[in-house]
Nanobody, 126 residues
Framework: VQLQASGGGLVQAGGSLRLSCAAS????????MGWFRQAPGLEREFVAA????????YYADSVKGRFTISRDNAKNTVYLQMSTLRPEDTAVYYC????????????????????WGQGTLVTVSS
C-alpha cells in the first residue's frame, strides 16, 4: 500500500488549504480513510476520518466546523479541506488507511490503521 499526501504549505491564520492523499495497492472503496497530525513535541492526534462511501464522517472536536474530509473513489484520493486555520493547526499531517483485516479499535485511534503516508507539513502563521 502506498499513500502519497500533498497540499501542505505556509498559510496565514484564517486562511485555507486543501490536502490530498492518493492511495494505491489496496482496494480503496472498501476502507475507512483518516487524517492525523503531529505537532512538534506532541503525540500524533486524530483529525478526521471518512467511511467507504463518504456517508459517515468523524472529526476531532478541535477541527469540527472548520475542516471537511471527503473522498473521490474514482481517483483513489481522500481530501482534507481546512478553513479558518489557526497557528495551533501547525503540524505534519498524515493520511492513513484502515487496517486489513478490520481492527476492533475506533476510527480515531491510530491502531485502526495500518498504512500511513509520508506526511505533509502545514504551517499557519499568526
Amino acid at each position: 500500500v502506498q499513500l502519497q499526501a500533498s497540499g501542505g504549505g505556509l498559510v496565514q491564520a484564517g486562511g485555507s488549504l486543501r490536502l490530498s492523499c492518493a492511495a494505491s495497492g489496496r482496494t480503496f472503496t472498501d476502507v475507512v480513510m483518516g487524517w492525523f497530525r503531529q505537532a512538534p513535541g506532541l503525540e500524533r492526534e486524530f483529525v478526521a476520518a471518512i467511511n467507504w462511501n463518504g456517508g459517515s464522517n468523524y472529526y476531532a472536536d478541535s477541527v469540527k466546523g472548520r475542516f471537511t474530509i471527503s473522498r473521490d473513489n474514482a481517483k483513489n484520493t481522500v481530501y482534507l479541506q481546512m478553513s479558518t486555520l489557526r497557528p495551533e493547526d501547525t503540524a505534519v499531517y498524515y493520511c492513513a488507511m484502515e487496517g486489513s483485516p478490520r481492527r476492533t479499535t475506533a476510527v480515531y485511534e491510530a491502531a485502526f490503521y495500518d498504512a500511513w503516508g509520508q506526511g505533509t507539513l502545514v504551517t499557519v502563521s499568526s
